[in-house]
C-alpha cells in the first residue's frame, strides 16, 4: 500500500533552519502532486506547501511565503521542505500527502518545534 514516510524535524531555535523529507518506500512519489501540512497542539492541519508532478509548480500559504521552499529530486524519490527563519509559531507535527490528501496515505508526522 501506497504509504509516505515523513522525517527531518527537530528542536530549533527562532530563526534556524530544518529540512523536511516526504518519500515513499512503495510507489513512485513523483507521479503524484504533493503537500506539505502541518498540526498544531489544538489546531486543525492546514497545507502549507505543494508541489505539481507536472512542471514542478508550487504554491505557498501566506505565512510560509519567503521562508520556506518546497522541492522534489525525482531520482531520490522525494519530497523536500526547506524550512528558515523558522519561528515559534512553526512549531507543528508536519505531515506529506496528495493534494487533495489521501486518507491511507498519512504518515506519523514528523514534529517540528520551534522554541529557545
Known amino acids: 500500500q501506497f504509504k509516505l514516510i515523513e522525517s527531518g524535524g527537530g528542536l530549533v531555535q527562532p530563526g534556524g533552519s530544518l529540512r523536511l523529507s516526504c518519500t515513499s518506500s512503495?510507489?513512485?512519489?513523483?507521479?503524484?502532486?504533493i503537500a506539505w501540512f502541518r498540526q498544531a497542539l489544538g489546531k486543525e492541519r492546514e497545507v502549507v506547501a505543494l508541489?505539481?508532478?507536472?512542471?514542478?509548480?508550487?504554491w505557498y500559504e501566506d505565512s510560509v511565503k519567503g521562508r520556506f521552499t518546497i522541492s522534489r529530486d525525482s531520482a531520490q524519490n522525494a519530497v523536500y521542505l526547506q524550512m528558515n527563519g523558522l519561528k515559534p509559531e512553526d512549531t507543528a507535527v508536519y505531515y506529506c500527502?496528495?493534494?487533495?490528501?489521501?486518507?491511507?496515505?498519512w504518515g506519523q508526522g514528523t514534529q517540528v518545534t520551534v522554541s529557545s
Open positions: 500527502n496528495g493534494n487533495p490528501p489521501h486518507p491511507d496515505w
Open positions: 508541489i505539481s508532478s507536472i512542471a514542478f509548480a508550487t
Open positions: 512503495v510507489g513512485d512519489i513523483n507521479t503524484y502532486t
